[in-house]
């Protein structure tokens, strides 16, 4: 059974009804954080196009796939635009949209599974990966704030770092940061988070991607992950 129990502070929306269908009942992406399928489908009747696609698209997940595709339904979030005579989205550049933002799925993913691992980290960590913030990132968030979808996060921004340096202004970012991640994941204003997020995607990554590094000189890594003192040899150095 899929389990719709969470739901991310993202939802996206899908463009393909048969990928964005597969992807949900493959389990990459949650029932929850989809907002609705938009398809370029001409269907009267939905039990037709589930003959149709659960053969043509879905076959190897028939079971999982009837599951995603009739919860949709009965939240009336399968749209036709064609049944009104009107065009669907393009779905060229990715088949799933955030905001204005086109993902494919697992880019989506992705951005899904940063989003998990950032809710889940205790607020005292989340304070400290803002408080080191690169200067690159801080640049993005401020652009965003002054002239981008950030803008609700701040709307005084540009009004309050007037005559203030640069690393004032940062803290200044950073400080609303942590009061506004402080009330995850009931954020408000709820539709800053994705593209904040997207902004600081690649720095959570770095930072919170489990690596296997070798921290001393006198350890190597060896076969299956272990870590043996490293061996002098005769003679060496």
Do not use: H
């Not at 003959?51 to 028939?62: A, D, F, G, N, R």
């Amino acid at each position: 059974m899929i389990n719709d129990a969470s739901k991310p502070p993202i939802e996206a929306v899908g463009l393909s009804i048969s990928r964005c269908i597969l992807a949900i009942a493959e389990g990459r992406i949650p029932p929850g954080a989809v907002q609705k399928i938009v398809g370029g489908t001409l269907f009267d009747n939905l039990e037709n196009m589930w003959q149709e696609y659960s053969q043509k698209y879905w076959s190897s997940c028939t079971l999982r796939a009837r599951t995603a595709f009739f919860q949709l339904v009965e939240q009336n979030k399968i749209d036709q635009p064609r049944l009104r005579n009107e065009e669907p989205p393009d779905s060229s550049a990715g088949i799933w949209m955030v905001g204005d933002r086109k993902f494919e799925t697992a880019a989506l993913k992705e951005l899904l599974d940063i989003s998990e691992t950032f809710l889940r980290m205790p607020p005292a960590s989340r304070d400290d990966l803002i408080n080191i913030l690169p200067p690159d990132a801080i640049t993005a968030l401020q652009d965003g704030i002054l002239k981008g979808r950030l803008k609700p996060l701040m709307p005084d921004l540009a009004e309050n770092s007037a005559g203030r340096a640069l690393p004032e202004i940062g803290q200044m970012i950073r400080d609303r940061l942590k009061g506004y991640l402080a009330a995850a994941p009931a954020f408000v204003p709820i539709e800053v988070y994705p593209d904040l997020l997207y902004i600081l995607q690649p720095f959570i990554r770095t930072r919170t991607v489990d690596k296997s590094v070798v921290t001393t000189k006198s350890q190597r890594p060896a076969a299956f992950s272990q870590i043996r003192p490293a061996i002098k040899l005769p003679g060496s150095d």
